[in-house]
């Protein structure tokens, strides 16, 4: 079986982190269908930004004076391990900045949550003219620092732990290839410092339900050995939560919706076998209690073959190519 260089790049994370960006710090490895080969990693340094100036209160899009432009800087290490061509382990690790341009409200800064994912393909097989494969997925995501939570829209994270199942299922003809996938994730609550808060009542706790969150991901687009580049579209729904109340702060459990649009890129570098360059940038669409971000990300990727003997420096499973 031949190789083929992965896309690496950073989407959603969390969909609670929508009001700082809506579209940050995941590997795009476990939303993909391409599998490391057996005793390869790949790893490398990613950076993300992201800004908006105009959000959804609710359903009411506004801006915020106060804030003026949002912006989230993401530095992050992401990898991935193959142990076995069916088999691999993701993980992703993302230090966060936020900055407000306007306004008295000061950006934070720092370790954000560690992601870890298994990813298998129980099916692989011949389907017309093209390759039809199944994946099943299971990560959790924990945080590292002691990061505030409920500082909305500042804030790096929300500090919950989370549980993810996801299936996708791909389609390859050629180089053109679609793939769609669902992901369902539970949230743990989470304790914020007030010893009371307000949602759509009065909580005499410091004990906040944060609602589950379920997205779907569609891409497609053109899947070579050197080269892939795709269109991405990704909605994601909170399963549960509240509006921010008008002209208020909002608040860890808020309802997060957002629908983005987006394009990614990669490029396995020939005069250096197992190095990649890739890229990417979205556009929110729609959303509800969400910031209308526009960003961008940009990552290096290198490949490391723990194998005796390394059978191809790109080590990477092509769908495309099993089947000659």
Known sequence: MRKLTIILRNIPLLMALCLISP???????????????????????????????????????????????????????????????????????????????????????????????????????????????????????????NYIADYLPLSIGLQS???SGRLMVDYQLGNLFATASGTYTYRSNITVDETSYYTSGEHITSDVNMPDMAMLNIRAGYRSERLIAEAVFTKM????????????????????????????????????????????????????NVGQATGYDLAVFYILDFTRKAKNPTGHSSKQSSKK
């Open 23 to 145: 579209a940050i710090i995941r590997a795009q490895t476990d939303m993909d269908a391409i599998m490391m080969t057996k005793n390869n990693l790949c790893v490398g340094p990613m950076f993300g930004h992201s800004s908006w100036k105009n959000y959804w209160e609710g359903t009411f899009k506004r801006n915020n004076q106060n804030l003026g432009t949002v912006s989230t800087n993401m530095y992050g290490l992401m990898g991935v391990y193959g142990v076995t061509t069916k088999l691999n382990v993701l993980f992703n690790l993302p230090y966060v900045t936020t900055n407000a341009s306007q306004g008295t409200l000061h950006g934070q800064k720092g370790l954000q949550d560690f992601s870890l994912w298994i990813k298998w393909m129980p099916l692989e097989k011949q389907l017309g003219n093209g390759l039809f494969s199944i994946y099943t997925l299971g990560g959790f995501s924990v945080p590292m620092t």
């Open 161 to 163: 732990k989370t549980l």
């Open 237 to 288: 729904n909170t399963l549960g939560g509240t509006d921010i109340r008008k002209n208020g702060m909002p608040f860890p459990s808020n309802k997060m919706n957002s629908s983005m649009l987006g394009v990614n890129g990669k490029y396995n570098i020939k005069a250096v076998a197992g190095l990649s360059l890739t890229g990417g940038a979205y556009y929110t669409l729609a959303g509800r």
